[in-house]
């Protein structure tokens, strides 16, 4: 499987930006998609996670901010984010958990997210 993220950027505090993440290759074994994030120095966090079976879940600094959505049908995870903040500034990853994992194994390229104050 491979995973081909888009969207970052920069955004002003308060702005809006929308993530994309398109799996390709072993489509049918991807269990969940999910998005993480990772500011250097600092451990990576879960954003949000989306698993076929249609179980959504956030990380706790999310509070209603953030919404992630499955595409299906172009094998594509969004990531809708509002209400930025400069904290929020990170490189953010998208992932996939394959069947049989525990965990998520696969990851894409980073996307810079840089919200300005």
């Known amino acids: 499987v491979q995973l081909q993220a888009s969207g970052g950027g920069l955004v002003q505090d308060g702005g809006s930006l929308r993530l994309s993440c398109t799996a390709s290759?072993?489509?049918?074994?991807?269990?969940?998609l999910g998005w993480y994030r990772q500011v250097p120095g600092k451990q990576r966090e879960m954003v949000a996670t989306?698993?076929?079976?249609?179980?959504?879940g956030y990380g706790g600094f999310v509070k209603d901010r953030f919404t992630i959505t499955r595409d299906a049908a172009k094998n594509t995870v969004y990531l809708q984010m509002n209400s930025l903040k400069p904290e929020d500034t990170a490189v953010y990853y998208c992932?996939?958990?394959?069947?049989?994992?525990?965990?998520?194994?696969?990851w894409g390229q980073g996307t810079q997210v840089t919200v300005s104050s």
């Open positions: 989306a698993t076929t079976s249609g179980f959504v």
């Open positions: 992932a996939a958990k394959m069947r049989g994992d525990s965990d998520y194994t696969i």
């Open positions: 290759g072993d489509i049918a074994s991807i269990t969940a």
